[in-house]
């Protein structure tokens, strides 16, 4: 029996390498979207970064400053005095309009409450209503000379109602954006609550827990991603308070100045006071903070929820 030996090793033949082929097809997919961020988000973020690097002088025109508008944004007693008001927004109306959703979802979802769907869509109503009518809306009712407030005041004979002063306007705005978005997040949190396995309420049920029992052990638990998704977009849109203080500043003009919040601060400057790089400087400090707060928070979120 012959065998046939193995040709040496500088003998054999070497096997080609496959090349995987790249299909470029899902660029096609990709492209429409790609443009139109790139031209929404990335255009202006690029030129905004761009403005807040120079500065308008009388003497040499639009020149490069390099981080001094920083600088100075951060010496700016208007820039903190708008900060410090939306911060403690944040701190404040947030949580109480977060609460009243969670609550609002919880009763909803609840079998005992009658008429749900009903409940549902009058609470998320106020959301359909255009946020410059709300406030119109909310602004009459405010009016302590023409409004419900004035009506109220006539009636008990004294000032009892007086929205539009220093010490109750930010109470006043934080019951508007209230009354506009607890229906958004309850949605939110009631679309999580249906997510939830019905073995797990029939576990609950065989273990003897009551309905408190079972809201504290099963349902705030799964609704902990949506409470941090709807903590985050609350987040954002206190650091963006401007429609409300904004339309309302007619109706008080000695109460919100320009600076009121960092957004109409950057908007006057930008449009009144013809300071566009300086009003590029405050948008962009005012994103990076709102950013690095945002990630924050749902870098904790998800550590609770690995947990």
Do not use: C
Not at 206 to 220: L, M, P, V
């Amino acid at each position: 029996m012959t065998t046939t030996a193995a040709p040496p090793p500088a003998l054999r033949t070497p096997r080609r390498k496959r090349r995987t082929r790249i299909d470029d097809r899902g660029w096609l997919f990709v492209a429409p979207f790609a443009i139109v961020f790139a031209l929404v988000f990335l255009a202006p973020l690029v030129y905004s970064i761009y403005l807040s690097l120079f500065r308008e002088q009388l003497i040499g025109g639009n020149a490069f400053v390099g981080f001094d508008n920083y600088i100075a944004a951060f010496g700016d007693e208007k820039f903190w005095d708008g900060l410090i008001r939306v911060s403690i927004f944040l701190v404040v109306q947030v949580p109480i309009m977060l609460i009243l959703a969670l609550g609002a979802a919880l009763a909803i979802d609840s079998a005992r409450l009658h008429a749900s769907s009903f409940y549902r869509i009058v609470i998320f109503l106020p959301y359909a209503v255009p946020a410059v009518v709300a406030v119109l809306m909310w602004g009459y009712i405010y009016g302590d000379q023409f409004g419900l407030a004035g009506n109220i005041n006539q009636l008990f004979g004294s000032e009892v109602l007086q929205p539009f002063v220093p010490q109750w306007m930010l109470l006043s705005i934080g019951n508007i954006v209230t009354w506009q978005f607890v229906g958004y997040n309850m949605l939110i949190f009631y679309s999580s609550l249906k997510t939830i396995p019905g073995e797990l309420y029939e576990a609950a049920s065989i273990d003897g827990a009551g309905a408190w029992r079972t809201i504290f052990s099963i349902k705030i638990p799964a609704v902990r991603g949506a409470v941090v998704i709807a903590t985050i977009f609350s987040i954002i849109g206190s650091f963006q308070l401007f429609n409300e203080p904004n339309i309302l500043k007619p109706l008080a003009p000695n109460t919100i100045s320009t600076f009121f919040t960092p957004n109409m601060y950057a908007y006057n400057l930008s449009f009144a006071g013809q300071q566009y790089n300086y009003a590029a400087t405050i948008a962009i400090i005012m994103g990076l903070i709102t950013a690095i707060i945002a990630y924050v928070v749902q870098l904790r979120g998800s550590r609770q929820e690995a947990r």
